[in-house]
């Protein structure tokens, strides 16, 4: 089957302190995975994806094939970070799938 | 050009009548994407077009949904005979298959339809 999971639906967090968001795929192929996020009454939009191995607002992500993992990690977060946060991978027949989705709320 | 637009933002409709919305992707962009979201859940891929043929429609697509891209710009999706399980969100997004970041989808701000 393939399927996103984001074991959390919620993860609060306190200014300064890191962050991480849990990711797993299945998929039997080595797909191309993302992490998107959604602002609060704002769109989708794309933070960062593995090939590209960038660090983007801080954050950064990396593709453990072994563990089947893409976790999205930020050493100090802000709070500006507070948003929808998806995991999502490509699949070979480009279609996108999405996880469920963690809310990240950063406390003062 | 302020990115991907959809019309209308918001839907309100008794059940059993039909709803048509409208999508503008980005105006480079050769392929556009139809997904849904629920609460709680991720979007889900319903359908996607490159220029204006349809290439795939996901099982979640039954009868009563029908999309087009005519002209290979906007997209419609009509849903026939709404029903209440068909409240959601309704996402398009658009991409530049041959761009330099292949399959970057950028998503437009939605249509919430309410079936009442």
């Known amino acids: 089957a393939q399927r996103v999971t984001q074991p959390e639906k919620l993860l609060s967090v306190f200014k300064g302190a890191p962050v991480e968001l849990k990711c797993n795929y299945s998929y039997s192929g080595s797909p191309e995975l993302f992490w998107y996020v959604q602002y609060s009454r704002q769109r989708l939009q794309l933070l960062l994806r593995h090939i590209s191995r960038e660090s983007i607002k801080g954050f950064t992500a990396d593709l453990n094939k072994g563990e089947t993992s893409f976790h999205l990690k930020k050493p100090f977060a802000q709070e500006e970070d507070s948003a929808m946060y998806y995991c999502?991978?490509?699949?070979?027949?480009?279609?996108?799938?999405f996880g469920k989705g963690t809310r990240l709320h950063i406390l003062p | 050009d302020t990115g991907v637009s959809q019309n209308p933002r918001h839907k309100i409709t008794k059940r059993g009548q039909n709803v048509t919305f409208r999508c503008d992707p980005i105006s480079e962009h050769n392929r556009l994407y139809w997904y849904r979201q629920t609460l709680g859940q991720g979007p889900e891929f319903l359908t996607y077009f490159q220029n204006e043929a349809q290439l795939e429609k996901s099982r979640l697509l039954s009868d009563r949904f029908s999309a087009e891209r005519p002209k290979g710009s906007f997209s419609t999706l009509e849903i026939q005979r709404t029903e209440q399980g068909d409240s959601a969100m309704y996402l398009c997004?658009?991409?530049?298959?041959?761009?330099?970041?292949?399959?970057?989808?950028?998503f437009g701000p939605g249509t919430r339809l309410t079936v009442t």
């Open positions: 997004a658009s991409s530049l298959v041959g761009g330099k970041y292949l399959h970057e989808q950028y």
């Open positions: 999502a991978f490509l699949n070979r027949d480009d279609k996108i799938i």
